[in-house]
C-alpha cells in the first residue's frame, strides 16, 4: 500500500482558512485560538488530538463488535497539555478518557483500555517519530 499523503493548501485571502485532502476527502484547519480568537475550524493541536480519539473509537468499536459486547454508548475524550522543557522543545501530554455505557465485567472494561493502547494512533504517538523537511 501505497504512504498516505496528506495536502495542506492556504489560499493568501482575508479570512481563508488551511484545505486539508488525503486525495479523498477534505476538511479545514484554522490558527489556533490564542492566535485568533474568530478561529472556524480546528487548529492543527485539535487534529492531533483528534486522531488519537479517534482511532481509539473505531479501534474499540471493532472490538466491541468482534467480541459481542453489551455496550450501548462509547465516548473517548482526549486533551492535552503542552509546556516548554528548558532546552525549547515541547512536552506534550495527551490525557483519554474512556466512557463505556453497557453491561460489562471489570475485567471487560481493563480490557478496552489494552486494546485502547494498541490503537494505530496511539503507536504512533508512543512510538518513534521521525520528520524530514525539504523544499519542493
Not at 100 to 123: M, Y
Request: aromatic content about 2%; hydrophobic content about 40%; charged content about 25%.
Amino acid at each position: 500500500m501505497p504512504p498516505m499523503t496528506i495536502e495542506a493548501r492556504y489560499h493568501r485571502a482575508p479570512d481563508a482558512l488551511a484545505t486539508l485532502s488525503n486525495g479523498r476527502q477534505t476538511w479545514l484547519a484554522d490558527m489556533p485560538l490564542a492566535v485568533d480568537p474568530a478561529a472556524r475550524a480546528p487548529d492543527p493541536h485539535d487534529l492531533l488530538d483528534s486522531a488519537l480519539a479517534a482511532c481509539t473509537t473505531l479501534t474499540l468499536e471493532l472490538y466491541i463488535r468482534r467480541k459481542q459486547l453489551a455496550v450501548t454508548d462509547l465516548l473517548v475524550t482526549v486533551s492535552h497539555v503542552e509546556d516548554k522543557t528548558a532546552d525549547g522543545r515541547s512536552d506534550y501530554r495527551l490525557d483519554r478518557r474512556i466512557a463505556v455505557t453497557g453491561d460489562l465485567s471489570d475485567d471487560d472494561r481493563q480490557r478496552l483500555v489494552q486494546i485502547a493502547e494498541r490503537c494505530p494512533i496511539h503507536r504512533v504517538l508512543t512510538g518513534q517519530i521521525a520528520i524530514a523537511t525539504s523544499l519542493a
